[in-house]
């Protein structure tokens, strides 16, 4: 009942920038955190960075300092300014979201389907 479609994933070289972006859209009465998380071949999917409703963002400490979640109530939407990126940063991104929906009124966690980000020269 709720949908997160992402965008602005690719590839880059290291050092290089991307942008992500989410939108969500349906049922939807209240949206509280939102946020990303990676996933890497072989590897267990890992929170990115989250920002909840007011704005309070936590990051992995592998990302500190080089990515900035941000996001848009009024339009639903999440983003993830990724800056001096690494090899390491190749995975599957994933936007998450969780809140309220209009029509039960009940709680709900919904995942996007992901994007793929891949940093190599």
């Known amino acids: 009942q709720v949908h997160l479609v992402e965008s602005g994933g690719g590839l880059v070289q290291p050092g290089g920038s991307l942008r992500l972006s989410c939108a969500a859209s349906?049922?939807?009465?209240?949206?509280?955190?939102m946020g990303w998380y990676r996933q890497a071949p072989g590897k267990q999917r890992e929170l990115v960075a989250t920002?909840?409703?007011?704005?309070?963002?936590n990051y992995a400490n592998s990302v500190k300092g080089r990515f900035t979640v941000s996001r848009d109530n009024a339009q639903n939407t999440v983003h993830l300014q990724m800056n001096s990126l690494k090899p390491e940063d190749t995975a599957v991104y994933h936007c998450?979201?969780?809140?309220?929906?209009?029509?039960?009124?009940?709680?709900?966690?919904?995942w996007g389907q992901g994007t793929q980000v891949t940093v190599s020269s």
């Open positions: 349906g049922s939807i009465f209240r949206l509280d955190a």
């Open positions: 998450n979201a969780e809140g309220i929906l209009a029509s039960m009124k009940s709680h709900f966690v919904s």
């Open positions: 920002i909840s409703s007011g704005g309070s963002t």
